[in-house]
């Protein structure tokens, strides 16, 4: 019985060898996704440490900029019912104004540094920053002229990281010129910048018009709060490579191989804050707009959507050695595709140290060269083929370049890789009909060259039985 039954699980594991194959090879391409999962957390941890690169020069340098103002505040005192003698004892409250226009033009020169193996970008910036205020209208607050402190008035420039400040900064206004200070006396809208006390006298009969000139110092982002009843921003740049963000993009830009220009014309209808009001913040900063000045996609990146084809990479690898082995009726042993698929996966570990040190694209003709080869190679020792060789090193030729060129073309990666999945699987499906799945057995007991040429033989000479025949 159990010899019978023994019998009968031989038979039922040789008339389905192939489908137990392809099972094998089917749970080996899963399991060469724990190497690849690996390689994906050490390239985020590579770009973490760029990034801290990044944080540590900046901190150094000046940190990212956004610039909000410049804003008019004037102390009072609030309202009471009943009134005593002098103001001891009350609290001074603040009245916040925004220009009426807002010009600013600047122009950004931006330079590469460079830390151990990575890049930073940092900048300077010359920015002039112009306008005026209308007449200051304390009508709608309700408070009485004598609660006024005008005589004690400031005018506020937030920046965002005051060690990127580069010369002393004064402020033209009307006909006067005052200096600015270090810090805010009143942190309810601006918490880091510049103030200097202004003359208000006839607040409410004078246009004021305002003049400074801004050297600052910053790493990859340059922001503007649109403060002004209408903000006109331009700014230029020699970096090829901005990107527009924040809350609002300019009406008008131009790119080129020298570098960039825009312009922003924002109007106090756009944003959700008054031109004036008392007390509290109005969440101005959420308005600010700008420009991002980005490096080309960094190897990192490229290498992570490199990784994420990972499983096509070994899949149709190892598809493709499985048609060799049934159509040239050879036998791959499942340790051999361990190794080629170890071999496929350590593609992304030398792209990504080499990528460090090289452009990409040539780390990128490196690593595909030395795994193309390698694999190649292998193939030439398993099958005892240059023919077949030489196919897998043309699949592997058009799959990495493919892959290549996927990763270059960022807006059409989605509509390529489709059609390129699309395409391997017709050649695929192409491929498979050539095999007659019926007739094949075992590989494991396929007829070698040698018993195939000692059947013809026998053959030629008739010795063969009616079952052989």
């Not at 010009?103 to 931006?110: D, K, L, M, S, T």
């Not at 990192?300 to 598809?319: N, P």
């Not at 007739?439 to 070698?448: D, E, F, G, S």
Request: hydrophobic share 45%; with cysteine.
């Amino acid at each position: 019985m159990n010899k019978t039954l023994t019998s009968s699980l031989l038979d039922f594991f040789k008339r389905n060898a192939l489908i137990f194959k392809a099972m094998i090879i089917a749970f080996l391409v899963i399991i060469l996704m724990i190497p690849t999962s690996m390689i994906r957390s050490l390239i985020w941890e590579r770009e973490g440490r760029q990034n801290q690169v990044i944080e540590e020069v900046s901190s150094k340098w000046g940190n990212e900029q956004t610039i909000c103002g410049p804003i008019v505040t004037i102390p009072y005192y609030p309202y009471h019912k009943t009134v005593t003698p002098g103001t001891e004892g009350l609290t001074k409250k603040y009245a916040h104004f925004l220009p009426d226009h807002l010009i600013i033009n600047g122009e950004v020169f931006p330079e590469t540094r460079h830390r151990s193996i990575f890049e930073v970008v940092l900048y300077n910036s010359q920015l002039n920053i112009s306008g005026d205020f209308s007449s200051i209208n304390f009508e709608p607050f309700n408070i009485e002229e004598a609660n006024i402190l005008y005589d004690e008035a400031f005018i506020s420039l937030g920046i965002s990281d005051l060690r990127g400040v580069e010369k002393q900064l004064n402020m033209e206004w009307n006909d006067e010129t005052y200096l600015f200070n270090a810090g805010i006396p009143v942190s309810e809208v601006i918490k880091s910048g510049i103030h200097t006390p202004i003359n208000l006298n006839n607040a409410e009969k004078n246009t004021y018009n305002f003049s400074c000139n801004l050297f600052l110092k910053g790493s990859q982002r340059l922001f503007f709060v649109p403060v002004g009843k209408e903000t006109e921003t331009q700014l230029t740049a020699q970096w090829e490579n901005p990107s527009f963000n924040g809350d609002f993009l300019p009406d008008q830009y131009e790119i080129t191989h020298d570098g960039f220009s825009a312009n922003w014309n924002v109007l106090h209808l756009n944003r959700n804050f008054p031109q004036s009001w008392l007390g509290g913040k109005q969440g101005l900063y959420n308005s600010a707009f700008g420009v991002n000045l980005l490096m080309s996609i960094d190897g990192y990146q490229k290498t992570m959507r490199s990784v994420k084809y990972a499983i096509l990479f070994i899949g149709l690898t190892f598809l493709v050695f499985f048609f060799m082995e049934v159509l040239n009726r050879a036998s791959v042993h499942p340790l051999q595709y361990i190794l080629i698929g170890l071999a496929l996966v350590l593609f992304y570990s030398l792209l990504l140290s080499i990528s460090e040190y090289l452009d990409f694209n040539i780390a990128y003709l490196i690593a595909s060269f030395m795994t193309i080869g390698l694999v190649s190679l292998y193939t030439q020792s398993i099958f005892k083929s240059l023919k077949l060789s030489g196919m897998m090193l043309s699949i592997l030729v058009i799959l990495y370049g493919f892959i290549f060129t996927t990763i270059q073309v960022q807006d059409y990666a989605l509509l390529m890789g489709s059609l390129g999945l699309f395409l391997i699987l017709a050649i695929t499906m192409y491929f498979s009909k050539r095999i007659d799945w019926h007739q094949i057995r075992n590989l494991q007991t396929a007829p070698t060259p040698k018993k195939e040429a000692a059947w013809y033989a026998n053959k030629k000479k008739g010795r063969l039985s009616k079952d052989e025949s």
